[in-house]
């Protein structure tokens, strides 16, 4: 089954990545966000259209979403810190 639904959240960037994520998933449960720092390797190509990543600045004391999330995103490696929002 196909799901329809929104994509991208543009409007999440700046909010605290925790409740940007709660966003997503409230929105689309049907999806696995992955909350991940800046500069996480993605695999390349690929897909999945699954998951969302929500991408933070570590730098950022508050952790605040520092792209747009879009559905796609595929994680080559297990970065240091991932919440998983689906289980």
Do not use: H, N, Y
């Amino acid at each position: 089954m196909v799901s329809v639904g929104k994509t991208s959240w543009p409007e999440l960037v700046g909010m605290p990545a925790a409740q940007a994520a709660m966003t997503i998933f409230g929105e689309r449960p049907d999806l696995g966000v992955l909350v991940l720092p800046v500069g996480t390797t993605l695999s390349s190509p690929g897909f999945d259209s699954a998951r969302v990543c929500v991408f933070f600045d570590a730098r950022d004391k508050l952790g605040r979403v520092a792209a747009t999330p879009t559905v796609g995103c595929v994680v080559e490696e297990s970065p240091s810190f991932t919440s998983d929002f689906s289980t």
